[in-house]
């Protein structure tokens, strides 16, 4: 059955949408049939595509207290009033200090705490809840421990591991999705190494997983995208490791997405590439910091960076005083990656940075950081090429934006006045 969107202004004229079986059927004036929504000249696009996002940490999100912006001795008083889960911790994120399990005891010791550092790498665990997790006996990679031998409360990477010893069911993405719908999202890309359980039947969004292992099928209602590889700010593999991981992935018809936050991360990554090559739809996470000499080699190697300007809103200022003066021109690069010819997606890394894709749009353009200056103003994008890096589909990120026209998916969005008034996915709306 057919439905109607009335009066919608797309690309400077105010139309009628037929939407049709999940497509854009028709567009034209005074279309008849049922309507499904009078837009009374609202713009119309495409639906939002969020290229990388985490949604189980979003949702865990939700039920943690936050320590962002707290100093330790706010941090001491959010914990102590913080409610515990139904297995007595307390779970904490955006810790921006680097706490051992001791530190973090000198702020809460009464109950298990686990804090998840606001990079979303690490977990701080105290006393309590290291003898819960049995840490001193476990062999996971990613338990920290000093020269003794002693585990130090730091688990890195280790998140899988901490899952299955918390014995936590996976979260609800209901409200998750509700809250992409209201920014116009009507696809996400799940950037999660290792999923080992996925449930996408409470979220409207089309989700593609990064995190399907090598020869396992997606999980029901999901794409499977290219094969994330972590290449960990806190120990980097060994090349052969690397190189062994890409062939493996390249050799299953699986592009490789490769999380690369530091320059030395990004040159380990090109020497790995140098033996595999590159396939279409490699990709390079976050790209933090990219010299500008390397940019012509990643253009040449087809290779895509699915970047976050939006933690140049969040957290500029900590970057001006924290990330070496040298290195401040290569951070979180946008325009001279697509002058140089590489392709450019933006995405928000929610919930380890600004979720509200508007936002990361409006960071793009402006790169403000907290404090009203503005970061390498080189690299700021109009504001067409930023709204383009939220537009290409999931399997092409900085590709060409999609358009609304006949055949085309009847994911769309509508805006009047900065604010989402209808997001609307395979043709039903969802907000
Ligand atoms: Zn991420």
Redesign the pocket.
Known sequence: MSVLIRNASLDGRIVDLRLDSGSVAEIGTGLPGEELLDAAGAIVLPGLVDH???LHAMAAAEASVNLAGLDLRQATDALAAAPADAHGWVRAVGLAADLDGAALDALHSTRPVRAQHRS?AQWTVNALGARLLGLGTADHPGVERDHAGVATGRLRRADDWLRSRLAGALPDLTAVGRQLAAYGITAITD??PDITAFDASALPQHVTLLGVGLGEAAPPGTSVGPYKIVLADSGLPDLDDLTARITAAHGTGRAVAV?CVTREALALLLAAFDTTGTRSGDRI??AALVPAAVIPDLAARGLRVVTQPGFLTDRGDHYRRDVPAVDLPDLYRCASLQTGGVRVALSS?AP?GPLDPWAVIAAAVTRMTPDGSTLNPAEQLNPETALAGYLAPPNDPGGPPRRIEPGAPADLVLRRDGETIATVIAGHRVF
């Open positions: 990388h996002l985490h979303g950037a999660t999380h996470e976050h890394d380890h």
